[in-house]
């Protein structure tokens, strides 16, 4: 058995770890009658072996799947997505220890269950690394970015609890639109899993030519029905679907392509579940995160953000910035994800500024982390997919 093969059985074990210690979260939750026993339960001390256990097969898949390319595995979408994965359940593990509750990760596993679903989407190859990423910075940029962005998305996984503990989901308000808005968002991420899963089970392609931003020809392959085509494309397979519309150069049409049919396949799953449900999905989980303390999901909240925000400030533009001006004899450029990376520094300082300064706590705090972590998964679904840039490495 090759290192390949052995990296992703380790991290189809990862998965599945996961998935079976949030059945023992939510079984610490649902067995304890008081809140003492609610942080000792042995269900969730259970549930932190088993999620241990998955997060050192989650470093071994990292780690074999290293040995196997000569490199750290960093450098596309599947290896970006899997590692927010693993540091987000890192993180989650470190203050689970700390805190002892429950709840967290009862949110927590499931979101990193979405993500790594997500990311095995995305091809799994191990290719050699493209001249723009033969550079120590690689690693030491992209590793530290991510363990920034997981700490953050502790934060709003935190904030999550809270706002579905203290909203009042029997009345019709902003608050639960916007927290239901959240839970619909999430499950256009299973609606990109189903569609994905679903077309390559039908192994369908179609294969267009197009002019690039550059002005050069160039070939795509879709794996999805093409709602959009590229820049003057001419298609290459017989019988294949016309585009609806043609796109400029700067946007991935078939990405766009992906896009599209995962919020169509999302929203109708959406409306199954609530079909089933008969109440918002918000108000489903509800239950689960009574028993959560209010004041320690707003500190556990505060003190991520504390911690992730210089760990992605580091990352994400100073140690960016020197490795743009080290390849592109420049620290600044306005790619889209240099933007976007700035937006987000600019969100979280303004997070901070609103939390010491104004005494933005609770509830306000609470959709401020939330909010965060949306602009977060902004950037690594719709930028990094939809708009060309110098980081469309995917």
Known sequence: MDLVTISSNLLFVSFVAYLVATLFFGGAIKKSKTEKAYHNSKWGTIGLIITIIGFLTHLG????????????????????????????????????????????GLFALPVAIIIISYATMFPRDVTPLIPALQSKWLFIHVIT??????????????GL???VKNIDMTKKSKQRFWIEAVMYTLILVLGFVVTSTTFKVMNYEAEFTYIDKNQEPAEITYHVPPLFGMNEYEAMTPDAMTPFFELPPIINAQKMSTLVWSL????????????????PIAAVFQPLARKANSQLMDEIGYRAVLIGFP????????????????????????????VWALITWLFYAAFLHLRLSRGWEGQKSAWLAVIGFVIIMFNLIAVNLIIAGLHSYA
């Open 311 to 338: 760990v992605f400030t580091l990352g994400a533009l100073i140690f960016a910035m020197i490795w743009a001006h080290e390849a592109w004899s420049r620290f600044w450029g306005w790619d889209p994800k240099e």
């Open 145 to 158: 970015t991510v363990i920034g962005e997981s700490i953050l998305a502790i934060s709003a996984i935190a």
């Open 264 to 279: 169509v396949v999302g929203s109708v799953l959406y409306i199954i579940l609530r079909l089933i449900a008969r109440k």
């Open 161 to 163: 609890v809270f706002l």
């Open 61 to 104: 898949y990292f780690f074999t799947r290293w040995a196997a390319s000569g490199h750290a595995p960093l450098s596309n979408m599947f290896e970006f997505t899997t590692a927010f994965g693993m540091m987000l359940v890192g993180a989650f593990i470190l203050l689970y220890i700390i805190y002892r509750t429950p709840s967290l």
